[in-house]
C-alpha cells in the first residue's frame, strides 16, 4: 500500500496559477502512473492528468495546455502545475498511485475565484 499526501492546493483568483504536490511513502520508480483527479462539487471524479513509470504524459481535454504533471522520484513525489487557473477548475484534487492496486490521497482543495 502507498501513502500519499497532497499539498499545495488553496484559494487563487481566476488566470493564477497553483503547484500541487503529492508525496509517496514508497519509492514511484516502479509504480504504473501516477494520476491526479479532481471532484468538483455534485460531479463525479473525472482522470486530470496520468504520467507513467515512463514518463508519458495524458491530460483531459480540458486542461490541455494549461496543467503540466511531472515526477521527481528521488524525492517520490508528483506534481501538479496548474497555470491559467478557471473558476471551473474548482474541485478537490486528488492523488493516486496506480500499482498493484490504486492508493489514494486524501485531497487537496483547490477554489478559483472569477
Known amino acids: 500500500q502507498v501513502h500519499l499526501v497532497e499539498s499545495g492546493g488553496g484559494l487563487v483568483q481566476a488566470g493564477g496559477s497553483l503547484r500541487l504536490s503529492c508525496s509517496a511513502s514508497v519509492s514511484i520508480f516502479s509504480i504504473n502512473a501516477m494520476q491526479w483527479y479532481r471532484q468538483a462539487p455534485g460531479k463525479q471524479r473525472e482522470l486530470v492528468a496520468t504520467i507513467s513509470a515512463s514518463g508519458s504524459t495524458n491530460y483531459a481535454d480540458s486542461v490541455k495546455g494549461r496543467f503540466t504533471i511531472s515526477r521527481d522520484n528521488a524525492r517520490n513525489t508528483v506534481y501538479l502545475q496548474m497555470n491559467s487557473l478557471k473558476p471551473d477548475d474548482t474541485a478537490v484534487y486528488y492523488c493516486?498511485?496506480?500499482?498493484?492496486?490504486?492508493?489514494w490521497g486524501q485531497g487537496t482543495q483547490v477554489t478559483v475565484s472569477s
Open positions: 493516486s498511485a496506480l500499482g498493484r492496486f490504486r492508493d
